[in-house]
T-cell receptor, first 115, second 113 residues
Framework: AQSVTQLGSHVSVSEGALVLLRCNYS??????LFWYVQYPNQGLQLLLK??????LVKGINGFEAEFKKSETSFHLTKPSAHMSDAAEYFC?????????????FGKGTRLSVIA | DAGVIQSPRHEVTEMGQEVTLRCKPI?????LFWYRQTMMRGLELLIY????????DSGMPEDRFSAKMPNASFSTLKIQPSEPRDSAVYFC???????????FGPGTRLLVL
């Protein structure tokens, strides 16, 4: 069984400040891990994914995440927040062959960016 | 590529009516997923298909829900009869074997009165 826990349903940062969104996972098989972003009234867009290659994964819009097996974590970071980063962020996990198996999502974290 | 296409984008119906949601996956993708998003339960899988064959429908709430994938380029999710608790955003996603990435459609926002 797989599960994802996102710590903090709402995170607020100032423009230009560090963004840190936390994600911990549980998986009985080597996980594939994903971060998706959802803007209001839109679908989910892939930010980045970890598929057992490099543990530090770089994604779009300046985001990156680090896979830490010992901590079962996959936290999302961005050095400097921009107003356009305000959105809902979802961490998700799947097992092997993730292209053919469902994703299990966390509850999501809403990011607010204050000018 | 046009991406995953869903229709309608918005649907308002009355309790007891039949609702049909449609999805066109990205050409060449062989897996299709239906997810539902609500405030209370977040994003949850309803059903998914590999090569047009339903693999796991354990997430379908009850017999009122049914899904089909008659060919590689089309899928439907039907609710009959609809109830107010079915109000949610329904997402379709598709992926290609080995790619590790699911691409999501814009969703259908359903409101059952």
């Amino acid at each position: 069984a797989q599960s994802v826990t996102q710590l903090g349903s709402h995170v607020s940062v100032s423009e230009g400040a560090l963004v840190l969104l936390r994600c911990n996972y549980s998986s009985s098989v080597p996980p594939y891990l994903f971060w998706y972003v959802q803007y209001p009234n839109q679908g989910l867009q892939l930010l980045l994914k970890y598929t057992s290659a490099a543990t530090l994964v770089k994604g779009i819009n300046g985001f990156e995440a680090e896979f830490k097996k010992s901590e079962t974590s996959f936290h999302l970071t961005k050095p400097s927040a921009h107003m356009s980063d305000a959105a809902e962020y979802f961490c998700a996990v799947s097992g092997l062959n993730s292209g053919n198996t469902p994703l299990v999502f966390g509850k999501g974290t809403r990011l607010s960016v204050i000018a | 590529d046009a991406g995953v296409i869903q229709s309608p984008r918005h649907e308002v119906t009355e309790m007891g009516q039949e609702v049909t949601l449609r999805c066109k996956p990205i050409s060449g993708h062989n897996s299709l997923f239906w997810y539902r998003q609500t405030m209370m339960r977040g994003l949850e899988l309803l059903i998914y298909f590999n090569n047009n064959v339903p693999i796991d429908d354990s997430g379908m709430p009850e017999d009122r829900f049914s899904a089909k994938m008659p060919n590689a380029s089309f899928s439907t999710l039907k609710i009959q009869p609809s109830e107010p608790r079915d109000s949610a955003v329904y997402f379709c996603a598709s992926s290609q074997a080995g790619s590790g990435t699911q691409y999501f459609g814009p969703g259908t926002r359903l409101l059952v009165l």
